[in-house]
């Protein structure tokens, strides 16, 4: 494989920054679209290294599905899946390429770091292990921190806002400040909104349309909205796997809107379009 073509990544965001790509990959035997496909580390390797190929700028590594109803995994067990994966992406991949542990537990994430991975993201927004944090700033990583209502075992049973988006950009921004407070600089702080973590189908529709919003904030923002169920709701599709275009529309739309980062299973669709909004988006500052 040929990696000096694909797209190098910068802590440093700024407008003029072109969209990242992060890749899924999930270890687990219940994730709720690619569950159980790459439980086998030979299998997950390929699988991400096929992404990197097809554009992805970021893997993210994932030992404990977070869908709607699953039940935590403890941490001998995360271990057990993430680990050997780390370890043998990061003997494939350039030594400055992003690998991303998606978990809430920081004693996944400091064995995670020292195997190799040099970014976190943490679905808690660090309130699970307030620790995160301070690894993230004794590390000098990017951390991703999410909004969620509730957790994973029951966060869709009767989600609740009065203002959806001012509710999840001011508990961002809150945690942001927190996340500074502990020594992490501006730039390594990535606010993501948490499409489909206790939200409802207009809950989901309301956060995609003020989207702009939250990019106004100087912070970089990330955006996971792949093969969702409200997608799936929209199209009338009872497959995950063939939500990947719709996908890619959800894409374009969040890069016209300033998100910096694009956490999606179908790489080629979403590189593809992120890549035509880019250009639309990035004509209109010439």
């Not at 057990?80 to 978990?103: A, H, K, M, Y």
Request: charged share 20%; net charge negative; proline share 5%.
């Amino acid at each position: 494989m040929n990696l000096e073509n694909t797209h190098k990544i910068s802590p440093f965001f700024n407008e003029s920054s072109s969209p990242l790509i992060m890749g899924i990959l999930n270890v687990t035997p219940d994730s709720f679209s690619d569950g159980g496909k790459h439980n086998d580390p030979a299998s997950a390797v390929k699988h991400a290294m096929k992404m990197v190929q097809d554009g992805a700028d970021i893997i993210d590594i994932g030992g404990e599905s977070t869908r709607p109803g699953a039940k935590s995994i403890d941490t001998s067990e995360q271990l057990r899946r993430v680990l050997p994966v780390i370890q043998q992406l990061r003997s494939e991949l350039p030594d400055d390429f992003p690998i991303s542990i998606d978990t809430t537990d920081v004693k996944v994430a400091i064995a995670a770091v020292e195997s190799g991975v040099n970014w976190l993201n943490d679905i808690s927004a660090a309130e699970d292990s307030a620790e995160m944090l301070t690894l993230a700033a004794d590390k000098n990583l990017p951390i991703v921190l999410m909004h969620r209502q509730g957790k994973s075992a029951t966060m869709q049973d009767a989600p609740f806002y009065d203002d959806v988006s001012e509710e999840v950009f001011s508990y961002l921004l809150k945690r942001a400040e927190v996340a500074i407070a502990e020594g992490i600089p501006k730039h390594h702080i990535v606010l993501d909104p948490g499409i489909g973590f206790g939200k409802l189908f207009e809950h989901n529709i309301e956060i995609l349309n003020k989207l702009p919003l939250l990019c106004q904030s100087g912070f970089p923002v990330l955006l996971g909205t792949s093969r969702k169920r409200f997608l799936a709701t929209i199209c009338d599709e009872t497959e995950p796997s063939r939500l990947g275009a719709a996908t890619a529309a959800t894409t374009a739309l969040a890069v016209q809107a300033g998100v910096k980062i694009l956490r999606v299973h179908d790489i080629t669709e979403n590189r593809q379009a992120a890549d035509v909004a880019w250009a639309v988006v990035s004509a209109s500052h010439q």
